[in-house]
T-cell receptor, first 117, second 110 residues
């Protein structure tokens, strides 16, 4: 079974631009979560999608948004990029997440490394 | 108050020794606990999960959970240089979000 895939793997943008990252979950997984990882803050939860609905959200500004499609693929968008948005963005999928998936394992993709200049 | 706390390390142990990694969490209603390993430049991979108080063993790894003390630990026996990585503690709390600690960097010296 193919793992979680993320595209692109690397991205360089300048301040003020916007960026869209893509995540394809493991086949059959319907829950997709996004995380931002930086050396200073560690792995921080951005949001979780399930059946095209945002089910959970972390403490990030509204510049960070996401969506999920009917095939469970997900995208996240960051508008008006800031230098501090430079990070590794990780996507993780699980079968159902939420209450039903409290013991489920989340499987991570390889990540997209974003550099904002 | 940080939700999940870990010693940042680095924790350095000689090859063949036991490495002990610790994690505390603040949400008393937390249900599930995970240990992920992350090699430099790679994404996290799950190595252990634990849901009930007590010990859970898998090969050289043992996870220990004490919900009353809000404490979870990971022991790595017979540590190998290939175990050198950052170990992330993750806790699924009452809101079902998975919250990660900042990780402990483990170095196993040959």
């Amino acid at each position: 079974k193919a793992g979680v895939t993320q595209t692109p793997r690397y991205l360089i943008k300048t301040r003020g631009q916007q960026v869209t990252l893509s995540c394809s979950p493991i086949s059959g997984h319907r829950s997709v979560s996004w995380y931002q990882q930086t050396p200073g803050q560690g792995l921080q939860f951005l949001f979780e999608y399930f059946s095209e609905t945002q089910r959970n959200k972390g403490n990030f500004p509204g510049r960070f948004s996401g969506r999920q499609f009917s095939n469970s693929r997900s995208e996240m968008n960051v508008s008006t990029l800031e230098l501090g948005d430079s990070a590794l963005y990780l996507c993780a999928s699980s079968t159902s997440g939420g209450l039903a998936g409290s013991q489920e394992t989340q499987y991570f993709g390889p990540g997209t490394r974003l550099l904002v200049l | 108050q940080k939700e999940v706390e870990q010693n940042s390390g680095p924790l350095s142990v000689p090859e063949g020794a036991i490495a002990s990694l610790n994690c505390t969490y603040s949400d008393r209603v937390s249900q599930s606990f995970f240990w992920y390993r992350q090699y430099s430049g790679k994404s996290p991979e799950l190595i252990m999960s634990i849901y009930s108080n007590g010990d859970k063993e898998d090969g050289r790894f043992t996870a220990q959970l004490n919900k009353a003390s809000q404490y979870v630990s990971l022991l790595i026996r017979d540590s190998q240089p290939s175990d050198s990585a950052t170990y992330l503690c993750a806790v699924r709390g009452s809101n079902y979000k998975l919250t990660f600690g900042k990780g402990t960097l483990l170095t196993v010296n040959p």
